[in-house]
């Protein structure tokens, strides 16, 4: 399908017809990124940054990799230190 790039305020923009963005998935937010020449949509993953965490921390353990990389240390000076 080829449809024209459009003015809208002080952007471009073009229109999705309602079938297109139902075939793909996508509704009230996209994420968008070039690839290759390519502008590319798709559907908006959740903003949960450390979605998933919890649940490698769980393997990691049973696993039993799950030591410190580096010993425990202080500083010299923090015996004097008073919070």
Known sequence: MRTAIR????????LIPKPLLAEAGLEAQVDMVVENGALILRPARASQPRAGWAEAARALAEAGDDALLWPEFANAEDAEFEW
């Open 7 to 14: 003015k809208i305020g002080n952007s471009q923009g073009v």
